[in-house]
Structure formats: structure tokens, C-alpha cells
């Protein structure tokens, strides 16, 4: 039965009322891909990725109550999922298709983990067309795609050290709390620059003890001062907002969140208000990381350093080769400008580059890392020094 015209501009209405201000999401079946048209061309431009080996769960995992075939919203309310959330946006994807490919791996129960992935509105690749592509890489993954609203932050956004710092998505960390199904209650959230070598569950059973909302590795021998201007610390209130605390660096590229106290926080407008501030009077140089150290900082769960490697990508503006600091790693993070596809493309790899390739399914490059493993390259003790890379 064809619906009259007017039923059908009623019917948008509602939806246009209904939806989330920040975000709408998008769900794809398992096993269905639907491209037609210029969605063909943006899909044909992304790739070609390979398609990732079958990970399946062993014996000891509990049994998660996904439904392969209906795939229906209820699905991310199973207690036994662990609930990862990512951006995702073309210029960043092969790095994010390796991300969830390394978690998936190394992960003890890789059926049960379900990944919330956030895309730009107005991405050179449209949002559906990016949740396809994960789909043809990863047949039977869990996830939603949910479209991040730039509106929602554009106006908040102030000019970084890097112009990559600036991009709307690298906000949409501070709006999850509204993107997120509500039954989301505690998630992962996870840089697109990231490769996971260990068992994800381990960071997921992080307890946030007391009334604590994150947790993240931290870094306390770090000069907190560097992250602000002499504007802040001149200023004869502001300083004191963070007095009697003692505040540690931390990175936001990995952090296990509780939603239900963030929301009860209203830690999203805390976060904003800082943004405002930082529009009237310049506080800081560094993209989105500064809001978050002002927030949290002498708050932060203390999660193990094996957890977040990060700096591999060198600083902001040279992205230099970078070496491991000391310890074990369960996540190395290429943070800075420099990304591991970007110079194993342009033939000019830095050493650590090689540990992210295996995971590459990218297939004009597949080739390289076909049966590398990332032990047989070079061990973490060769590749390591006695520095912290910020």
C-alpha cells in the first residue's frame, strides 16, 4: 500500500522531533551490504580492506544474547558485552579497521565485545557508506554507527598547534554521554590511532573506586603547568579552581568511562564551559586534551602505563620517530602527528611502524603484513627507552 503524501511528510516530522539533537544511529545487518549509486563510488574510494578472519569465543566466555539474525537495538544492554566507542571518519579509517582488528585478536571473548562508533555528519564519506565498509570488513562484528551532529561543538572549538587538533570529531569523546544508548552504562572509549595487544576484558574489569567517573594511565612526573597559557596562571581565579588538588597528565585516547556518572555529573557542560572560557580568553594551546585535564585531573582511576604507549607518533609538529618508554604494553598508541599507514605508504616507516602493519588489512598493502607476527619483527625490550613520550 503506497502511503498518501501527506502521511508521509507527518511521519518525517516525528522523526525530525524525536531524534537525538547530537546523534542518530545507524545499524547494519550481519552478512548485508546495500551500496547503490554515489554510495558505490564513496565505498569503491575507501577501500579495498580485506575481510578479517572469523574471531570466535572460546568455551570459558559467558554467552552473550546478540541476535545474529534480528541484530535488534536490546543487544547492547547484555551484561557479558564490552562496550568500546571510536570515531570513525575516511581519514582515519584504515587506522580504525586496524584498531578493531588488533582488539579483536587478542581479545579472550571477541563475539561479546561491541564496538559504538561515532561519524561526522558531514564526513567526505557519509556515515552509512563508512558502516558498510566495517561490515563487509567485519561480517559478524557487533556495532552501531551513530552520526555525530558538528554543529553540536563547532562553535566551541578553538585553534590548536595542529589542525588535525581542531576536527569536530575529536570532540565527540566529551558528548558521549548523549550519543550513547542509554542503557550504555560503562564503556571503552579508544583513539582510531591504537593497536591493542592484550586481552581488552582486562581494561574493561578496571574498577572506578570511590566517585570516580574515569579511568586512564597517568602521568605525574609530567610539568602540568605546559598544558596552559601564562593567561591561565596569571588570572586571579582561575588557578585556584584547580587548588587542593593534585592533578597528573593523562590521555584521553584511552580511557574506560562510567556513563552513568558522567551523566549524573553533567560532565559534558562542565567540559563546555572551559571550551567557552578558552573562546574569550586563550587558556591553552592543545586541542581537546586541556578541557579534560581541568575536569578530571587529581581524579583519574590510575590505570596501569602498559595500557596506553602512547606518543609513537611522535610530537605535534615534526611527528618524529619515537622509541617505547619502559615496561610491558597491552596498547600502543601512534598520538602526534605522525601516523604508521601515512609513512609506510610514503616508504619512510619509523621502526615501532612495523608492530601496527600486521594489523593493516588495507589490501594494496596486505601483502607486507601477510603472517608478520608482532613478536617476530623485534621484542618490546629491543624497541624501548627511558622516556615518556607525551
Sequence with gaps: MIMPLKAVVFAAF???IFLSP???????????ITTTGGGRNEFNKLGPFMEAP???????????SVNRENFVSSSSN???LVHIAMTLDSEYLR???????SVLRHASCP???FFHFIAAEFDSASPRVLSQLVRSTFPSLNFKVYIFREDTVINLISSSIRQALENPLNYARNYLGDILDRSVDRVIYLDSDVIVVDDITKLWNTELTGSRVIGAPEYCHANFTLYFTSNFWSDPVLPGLIAGRTPCYFNTGVMVMDMVRWREGNYREKLEKWMQLQKKKRIYDLGSLPPFLLVFGGNVEAIDHRWNQH???????RGSCRSLHPGPASLLHWSGKGKPWVRLDEKRPCPLDHLWEPYDLYKHKIERAKDQSLLGFASLSELTDDSIFL
Excluded: F
Design 111 to 113: 563475539e561479546n565485545v
Design 78 to 80: 547484555d551484561p557479558s
Design 22 to 32: 547530537l546523534a542518530v544511529g545507524i545499524r547494519t545487518l550481519p552478512g548485508r
Design 54 to 64: 572469523e574471531y570466535r569465543n572460546g568455551k570459558e566466555c559467558a554467552s552473550s
Design 95 to 101: 587506522g580504525s579497521i586496524a584498531a578493531v582488528q
Design 14 to 16: 516525528l522523526c525530525l
Design 311 to 317: 606518543g609513537l607518533g611522535g610530537d605535534n609538529i
